[in-house]
């Protein structure tokens, strides 16, 4: 691939940005968010740089799958499997600034519509 064409996430999972790698395995890696929006904030990212979820296949379900899988994994090893959100922004309109899918797994803070409310004001 060019190097023009590799995404930030592909950069750091080749190490040549710098990032906090809390898990890693032959189909993805979990890093905590630069600007976590809650107090657990990784994102799970496939090696395969699917740009965005709409962008999946057929062939990519078990990838699918297994970074789901992953963010229940993280979920657990961080001690938040109780109480967790996971997040895909799919597209500009929907919020998605990196164009390489990742998976947003949040936790720590509570959910409730009103909580939500104030945090984004
Ligand atoms: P999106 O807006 O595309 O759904 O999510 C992109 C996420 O990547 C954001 O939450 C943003 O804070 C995070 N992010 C952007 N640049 C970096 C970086 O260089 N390192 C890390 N660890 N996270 C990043």
New binding site residues.
Partial sequence: MKDAQRS??TR?MDRE?P??IVYEDDQCIV???????APV?M?VIPRKPLAKLANAGEQDKDILGHLLWVAGEVARQRGVADAFRV???NGSGA?????HL?L?VLAGTAFDEASLANAQN
């Fill in positions: 930030l996430f750091i940005i990032a906090d890093i905590n968010d630069i600007a976590p929006q904030h994102l997040v895909i922004n919020g998605q600034t990196v164009f990742h947003h």
